[in-house]
């Protein structure tokens, strides 16, 4: 889903770029990925093991991608003199403070996902301290692939109602919104304008996952009333969720940048795309202000 994004708007800014899918290079294998970013001036990592779920029964698995492989990256990274941007997640941190977390918050994932992650971070930041750019992100909805935007609005025309979780907080982020921040930071990195380190690259604003599926509603026709709030105890997952994925943005302005746009302006781009149009027999509501 990121990665797609970020190759097009790499393509739409003329710059030239390679993606290498899973098929087309393995982050494990050492020999390979120092082929791969011989020539490179930014290696931007959006391989992962995203299968948080399954993460608790196979973790060693889920760290060889998220953990050992981004350290094979970082090395050859290292020897090629390449900046590289590794793309994280919230769920390195324990999901439990009052206020949005800082990027020098102390980390304490809760689940195996999150562990892998960490050990990604930590290799980033061990061989490239001046040279890597961990950017954390969460809630990643877009084009490509399954996420809960999509996934609510196909469900619009299977259910009259949906109960969906209303005591998880985050920001619901656009994948094309924070490709074009990767490809900034990336330029802003060459440029020597930005300090390696820690960026959250997660949406302004914050909301629960109620409060996004109503708002995917209500900007797509239907009636938000549709959406019933409910609690995390109505679905048990093997891996515990963070209950509070609201992150800090300050350190943008180290790199001369802004923080990303609030989550509704940027549900609001997204959803104005046809892979987002409402399916037919999704009901009708009333139309969003204008």
């Known amino acids: 889903m990121l990665g797609r ?10 710059i030239r770029a390679v993606g290498l899918s899973r098929t087309g290079l393995d982050i494990t294998d050492p020999a390979a990925v120092r082929a791969a970013v011989a020539d490179a001036a930014v ?10 779920d399954g993460a608790e029964t196979a973790e060693e698995a889920a760290t060889a991608v998220n953990g050992a492989g981004v350290r094979v990256l970082a090395e050859a990274c290292a020897a090629a003199g390449a900046r590289m ?17 800082p990027e020098d918050a102390p980390t304490g994932p809760v689940n195996a996902y999150g562990r892998s992650k960490l050990a990604g971070e930590w290799a980033v930041a061990e061989l490239l301290p001046r040279d890597g750019y961990v950017v954390r992100t969460a ?42 921040r990767l490809v900034e930071l990336g330029l802003a990195a060459l440029a020597g304008r930005a300090p390696g380190g820690i960026y959250h690259g997660t ?12 708002e995917t509603y209500r900007l797509s026709g239907l009636d938000p009333e549709r959406i019933r ?27 001369g940048l802004t923080p990303l746009a609030d989550w509704r302006e940027q549900l609001a781009g997204a959803l104005a795309l046809p892979a ?8 009708r509501g009333a139309r969003p202000e204008s």
């Open 5 to 14: 994004d970020v190759l097009a708007v790499l393509e739409d800014a003329g």
């Open 43 to 52: 290696v931007v990592n959006c391989a992962a093991w995203t299968d948080v």
């Open 85 to 101: 941007l590794h793309v994280s997640t919230d769920y390195v941190l324990p999901g439990d403070a009052p206020l949005p977390y």
């Open 139 to 180: 809630w990643l909805y877009g084009e490509h692939g399954p996420n809960f935007v999509a996934t609510m609005l196909r469900l619009a025309a299977q259910r009259d109602t949906l109960d969906v979780v209303d005591d998880q907080h985050g920001q619901p982020t656009w994948s094309r919104a924070l490709a074009r």
């Open 203 to 214: 949406a302004s604003g914050r909301t629960t996952w109620f409060g996004l599926a109503r």
């Open 229 to 255: 709030p409910t609690d995390s105890s109505a679905f048990a997952r093997p891996a515990v969720r963070p209950a509070f994925s609201v992150l800090a943005h300050d350190r943008w302005a180290a790199a």
């Open 276 to 283: 987002f149009a409402a399916p037919e027999g999704a009901g």
